[in-house]
């Protein structure tokens, strides 16, 4: 169920491989908690239109939004956050020199009442 969505400034140049990144994650999410791999979908964004701040070029962002069910401790999702956050700065770190950058987590929670999830038949 976990949905994974990183967006990021374009001005991040030497950026690492997205489909790479994306299976880094769909990696590390089942060994901080309760998801299943099976169940991540994940994509990635990056914006030529955006500002960060006064709008100067040095300035970069990276966001990453992740969606799961409610019910999750707040506890869990925040060393979920602090994990992708280090991940992401791991992954960027070369790509980031010289630019004024910030890196955020997010993680929301879907209404399980208001979620549908529609599995293709087993094969």
């Known amino acids: 169920m976990p949905h994974v969505l990183i967006e990021c400034s374009a001005n991040i140049s030497s950026r690492p491989e997205p489909i790479l990144l994306l299976k880094k994650i769909a990696n590390l999410l089942p060994q901080l908690g309760p998801f299943n791999q ?3 979908k994940s994509r990635m964004i990056y914006h030529d239109h955006y500002c960060c701040g006064d ?6 962002f990276i966001h990453l939004e992740l969606s799961i069910l409610s019910g999750r401790p707040d506890e869990l999702k925040s060393q979920v956050s602090k994990a992708l956050g280090d991940l992401l700065l791991n992954e960027f770190e070369q790509a980031l020199q010289g630019l004024d950058y910030s890196i955020t987590v997010d993680i929301r929670e879907l209404n399980k009442a208001c ?4 599995l293709s038949p087993e094969m």
């Open 38 to 40: 099976r169940d991540i």
């Open 115 to 118: 979620y549908t999830k529609i």
């Open 55 to 60: 709008g100067a070029k040095n300035k970069a």
